[in-house]
């Protein structure tokens, strides 16, 4: 058992153990935060996929996390009003709704993949914006479903034998699928197809003739990681109850990549970690001063000027790390 | 037929505020390749100042010299301080470095003005309004924002096709490492057109300032628009970032004064609403997807 190994099972252990400690300490507050921590987990590692292996820098990722959102709040919203969306008369299922978010985003993935990836670079981070950035005015003007204030969701998904209004349940559920994605994910980078695409990450041109088509391998982490980032928000809908347009906004992107570089780019344990230090520091910055990205913002630029491996790479070692 | 005037002279104005925010940020992007997300901070801190300056001293020639200096010096600062570091780094460096700057910024300005800062009148020398048409008043301040733009247009054009500086700039959007080879100083090179940046984006909020809501996040707003001007025109190309702030500018003007009136004959009013708003913002996206599908590299692209 390595280093890295033993942090990854720290980390874990910690987790599985939040409600625990919750209920010892006696303040709920505690798991609250942690369902945070694992549902802005669950959005970063999946950026991580495209970013930290792919190296295509994707500054929208924000409009996965709306769609995923807003397809609970607006299947809410339909079914407490009893009419029928496109002629189906909804669900309250989360085994139907929550893949139907990821199906959604993955389309949407597909369509701004297909379009973002005609170019590199510069390009791709702006056009991954300003897509991105569409999506937020298109939801900002739907009035029907709250424009600008957006839409409360009035229950939680329901699944069966499972009461997901539970606080500690839901928890565990979201914890869950966090860990399954992560191991789905850690399976994709270590596949052939997760060679492939981190050999574009190192030497695209060296790839092209070794014979493979970026397009394909590129586009389809973008999908993957737009459903990882569509359940997240789906999640996130459920244990907010509510779903804005601020979901879909361009800061919430770069929150993401900010979890990313304080966990460690390229190792999808590392924002794991990320979002947990970057959510902690919002709320005791703020407790502390309104003005915490006085604090923030220097923070981020000294650990992306001289800490690139971020947390996760300095715990595991250099040696260990993926 | 007055309507049409009218807003396409808004359309012409918004295109000037997109220009003087362009010029620069395409010159960073395409010269220096960093990607410059704290671009829209100094023009929040060119408004700012300059909303300090006319509430100190009641002189809008005195606001635009406060706006210039205060968002110049603050480039200069940041680009000493962060921007320097990051000249051979990846271009995610690039967008997380400046994301913090512009988290700091915004915070910074928060602590140091105030949230609502002090309302700016427009200047009596811009006051009132003049017809540009029999029977069509048009407001001189709007105007004056047109002209300033065609004069800052004229001025990177001279600044660029005529000056040695402008031919070091253009050697550098086409291959920056020649340049040094060559034995030019291409950091003070760097350094001076992040400055220029930060420089027109100061004086577009102080012009901005008496039209538009000072406030904090305002930059924010207006950088992805931006960002969607540069893409539509070509990174690293003034030519293309005029092109492309024209475009954008007039698009988004006239849409949103035509499609709210066209949907409503095509569709029935409980969807038209909802519809038309959307459409309205997505309208520069929209254009934007349809000029990279035609040319991925923007349409008038500096590099080769």
Known sequence: ?322 | MYMLVEQAMNGLQYSALLFLLSAGLTLIFGIMNVVNLAHGSFYMVGAFCAAMAVAATGSFTVAILAAVVGAGLYGLIVERLVISRLYHREHLDHVLATLGVLLFTNALVTMVFGRSPPFVAIPPMFSGSVPILPGLNYPIMRLAFIGAGVLVALGMWFLISKTKVGMLVRAGADDSETVEALGVNIRRLFMLVFALGALLCGFAGVMAAPLLAVEIGMGEKVLITTFVVIVVGGVGSVRGALLGSLLVGITDTIGRAYIPIWMSHLLPPQYSDSVSSSLVSASIYILMAIVLLVKPRGLIPAQR
């Open chain 1, 1 to 322: 058992m390595n280093r890295k190994n033993l942090i990854v099972g720290v980390i874990f252990v910690l987790l599985l153990l939040v409600p625990f400690i919750a209920d010892v300490t006696s303040n709920s507050f505690i798991t609250n935060m942690a369902t945070r921590f694992v549902i802005y987990a669950l959005a970063a590692v999946s950026l991580d996929l495209v970013l930290g292996y792919g190296a295509m820098i994707s500054f929208g990722h924000a409009a996965f996390f709306g769609i995923g959102g807003y397809v609970v709040a607006i299947i809410g919203f339909h079914m407490d009003a009893g009419d029928a969306i496109f002629g189906w008369a909804g669900s309250h299922s989360a085994l139907i709704i929550w893949p139907l978010a990821m199906v959604l985003a993955a389309v949407v993935g597909l369509i701004m993949g297909f379009l973002s990836l005609r170019t590199s670079g510069v390009q791709f981070i702006m056009i991954t914006l300003a897509f991105a950035q569409m999506l937020y005015f298109v939801l900002v003007g739907l009035v029907l479903y709250g424009g600008d204030d957006g839409l409360s969701v009035t229950a939680r998904n329901v699944m069966p034998w499972i009461d997901l209004e539970d606080p500690t349940v839901f928890y565990y559920v979201c914890f869950a699928l966090m860990a399954i994605w992560v191991w789905v994910c850690r399976r994709i980078v270590q596949s052939p197809f997760g060679m492939v695409l981190r050999g574009f990450k190192q030497n695209e041109r060296r790839n092209i003739n070794l014979g493979y088509a970026p397009m394909r391998y590129k586009l389809t982490a973008f999908v993957i990681s737009a459903a990882g980032t569509g359940l997240a928000g789906a999640l996130w809908a459920n244990y907010a109850l509510y779903a804005s347009p601020d979901m879909a906004a361009w800061l919430k992107s770069g929150d993401f990549m900010a979890m990313i570089v304080l966990g460690g780019m390229g190792s999808i344990y590392g924002p794991i970690l990320g979002a947990a230090v970057y959510l902690g520091l919002e709320q005791t910055l703020t407790a502390w001063t309104e003005n915490w990205m006085l604090f923030l913002g220097p923070i981020l630029i000294l650990v992306v000027l001289y800490a690139k491996r971020g947390l996760f790479g300095w715990l595991a070692g250099s040696k260990n790390y993926d």
